[in-house]
């Protein structure tokens, strides 16, 4: 039953993505597939009582909404206690998986799916991610900061063997092992690849996937080019699969499970509202993702109906905001990240943070030239003057080692919420 789980799910999202399907077709068919779950599993949760209209009756949540009462939004009305409390165990609660975010932000966010959604989610991967390599023998490598019961119903796959290596035990303990296992698949983090790449690890994978942070273009020729492959993407979360790469290198939504609606920030990106209308142990409608994305306009040459991502900028809470003589002025990470990156082409990693209402240190490591990090601080004045805005920059030269103990964020807003220019 579970592999005929996996299978339904695999075949539906390679349907649903096929090239050939026109958009005007593909929306008729989400939009049947929407309404169905509006009709018949949005209303299982009390936060619902009853089916709406339209999609946008209902009202936009968060992860504070759902967090603050998040029994309502699960069918079986775990609490977020109770997954605190599974969380240091087997992940389990009534039968049903429970898992966590990392906590990016501080604050983390919690799942909840049930056995049969757990092998829908692999044949949608499976299907978006490794259809053409499922004819031979695959061994799989994860390398993430925790395990969770997602990855296990892929054990169940026939020629798919895969293992977990937890990236919080540090590079000493699991680089070794992952040689030996030579996988010929790997998800991990960018800065885990480029670590990989960078100590000249003895590995030759057909598949590379970057997963679980923002691949910021710095990282990218660096991965390719050790690995001789192209860089794939996973862009996935607590609040499910939200995108991938497809063969041509293109990045698309999963919009054969998730309905996408998107909010103007500026600068031409867009924050994402989502409705993920294939799950049904937990509901999420109009959530509201902290992610910033720049979409595509153009058609990709896969043919796939799904719309495009040109590039997933960061998040939304890493966006600074400063002072200038209209008033406060946002800058996206995108800008100042550029900034430093096209002031010398030497620079092969950075931190940008605003420490500050109107202050931002600009971090280099050691070997950068003098007048190499004095380029990139005078570009990246340069282009918050650009903006109308104001902001000390102050340049720090220290060593960035690698730290897996939480996401990389090479642009990040250090202030808290309250604050303001």
């Not at 539906?12 to 068919?29: A, I, V």
């Not at 380029?375 to 080692?401: D, K, Y």
Request: glycine content about 4%; aromatic content about 6%; proline content about 8%.
């Amino acid at each position: 039953m579970r592999a005929l789980q996996a299978l339904s799910s695999f075949w539906t999202t390679r349907r649903l993505s096929r090239p050939g399907l026109s958009r005007s077709g593909f929306d008729r068919l989400q939009a049947r597939a929407l309404r169905r779950w509006l009709d018949h599993d949005l209303p299982r949760v009390s936060a619902y009582p009853t089916a709406p209209h339209h999609l946008t009756d209902l009202p936009i949540t968060d992860k504070a909404t759902l967090m603050a009462d998040f029994a309502a939004y699960n069918r079986p009305r775990i609490t977020a206690d109770e997954v605190r409390q599974a969380l240091d165990t087997d992940c389990q609660v009534r039968g049903h998986t429970v898992g966590a975010s990392t906590g990016t932000s501080g604050n983390r966010g919690y799942f909840v799916i049930t056995d049969a959604e757990r092998y829908r989610w692999l044949g949608a991967l499976l299907a978006k991610t490794l259809a053409d390599l499922l004819w031979h023998p695959q061994r799989v490598a994860i390398l993430l900061p925790q395990d969770t019961r997602l990855y296990s119903s892929a054990r169940s796959i026939p020629r798919l063997q895969l293992r977990f290596f937890p990236l919080a035990l540090g590079a000493d303990h699991w680089q070794p092992a992952l040689q030996a296992y030579n996988p010929t698949v790997i998800v991990a983090p960018p800065k885990v690849l480029r670590h990989l790449a960078e100590t000249r690890a003895r590995l030759t994978p057909s598949r590379i996937f970057s997963a679980a942070e923002t691949l910021d273009p710095i990282d990218r020729p660096i991965i390719e080019t050790f690995f001789h492959q192209p860089l794939h993407q996973i862009y996935m979360a607590t609040e499910g699969l939200l995108a991938t790469t497809c063969r041509d290198g293109t990045l698309h939504l999963a919009e054969d499970s998730v309905h996408f609606e998107f909010q103007p920030v500026g600068g031409g990106l867009v924050s994402p509202l989502i409705t993920s209308f294939r799950r049904q142990a937990q509901i999420m409608a109009r959530y509201r993702m902290n992610d910033l994305l720049r979409l595509s306009d153009t058609a990709c040459p896969c043919g796939s109906p799904l719309q495009a991502v040109a590039e997933i900028v960061g998040r939304l809470d890493d966006c600074f905001t400063l002072p200038g003589a209209q008033g406060p002025v946002l800058a996206t990470p995108d800008i100042l990240r550029n900034a430093v990156l096209r002031a010398d082409s030497r620079i092969t990693d950075f931190r940008i943070w605003q420490v500050a209402p109107d202050r931002i240190d600009l971090v280099l490591p050691p070997d950068v030239p003098f007048q190499t990090a004095s380029a990139s601080q005078t570009a990246l004045a340069a282009a918050v003057s650009g903006l109308g805005a104001r902001a000390e920059i102050t340049l720090h030269q220290t060593p960035l080692p690698l730290d897996v103990t939480r996401k990389l964020r090479r642009v990040e807003c250090r202030l808290p919420k309250d604050a303001a220019p």
